[in-house]
């Protein structure tokens, strides 16, 4: 994890209001123009536009210094790809989730074929460092093809309902896209997702830490990370 300071130099506002602004954005289902009005009720004037900067500028810093999940040869990977539609041509978003629904990877690709998965699966190796127990898809025999080349000795399954982790994972990100009335280039996704998945992963628990309590507690160290990664503490 980088633990340079983040420079908010000739910057008027403070970093905390940069910080929150940033994660109203990428955490909640809120449009540019909802957040500005959620920091004009807190008595805090920054146009649309400002706070657009703030994303693209301090959001991918932001998310580098997010702790991540330590990989493990037990892992199981559940792969799968999305369509989505930018200045009316088809692309392709290739997602990768464990078995606990943690974001492992995602890329977006102009084809869904044979290529495409391999890259993915190439990321995946490099960016984990370990190859998983297994690797669960859909019939898409892209993937096992892109497997036999990849890490032919790891078990893959291949089998729609066995899928299910990784298509519930386009969920959340299909939700930002219609309020966001769509992405306009496939750089402009890339980045969103990046960071998206990022802090998703940070702020969702696991699914063995789902009652009340733990949720709270997970969201309260996890407010503190953030505020921590964005150097805006109190």
Not at 9 to 27: E, S
Not at 60 to 81: F, I, M, Q, T
């Amino acid at each position: 994890m980088n633990t340079s300071p983040v420079s908010y130099k000739r910057h008027r506002f403070p970093p905390q209001i940069i910080a929150h602004a940033v994660w109203l954005y990428f955490r909640c289902p809120l449009s540019l123009r909802l957040v500005e009005k959620l920091l004009l009720e807190r008595g805090i004037a920054v146009s649309y536009e400002t706070i657009r900067r703030w994303g693209r500028k301090f959001a991918p810093d932001y998310a580098r210094r997010l702790r991540r999940k330590n990989p493990s040869g037990n892992d199981v990977w559940h792969l799968d790809e999305v369509v989505i539609t930018i200045a009316g041509r088809k692309h392709w978003l290739w997602r990768a989730v464990d078995h606990h629904g943690y974001v492992l990877d995602e890329i977006v690709q102009n084809r869904r074929n044979t290529k495409a998965a391999k890259r993915l699966l190439t990321r995946l190796l490099k960016k984990q460092g370990i190859a998983p127990k297994r690797m669960i898809t859909d019939k898409l025999r892209s993937y096992g093809a892109a497997r036999r080349q990849v890490m032919p000795y790891v078990e893959h399954r291949s089998h729609k309902g066995l899928n299910n982790r990784a298509e519930n994972s386009h969920v959340p990100l299909r939700k930002r896209e219609r309020m966001m009335q769509g992405f306009r280039s496939t750089g402009g996704l890339q980045r969103f997702v990046s960071v998206f998945s990022a802090v998703r992963n940070l702020f969702v628990p696991l699914r063995s830490q789902r009652s009340a309590f733990q949720s709270r507690a997970h969201r309260i160290l996890a407010i503190a990370e953030w505020k921590a990664a964005a150097g805006a503490m109190a």
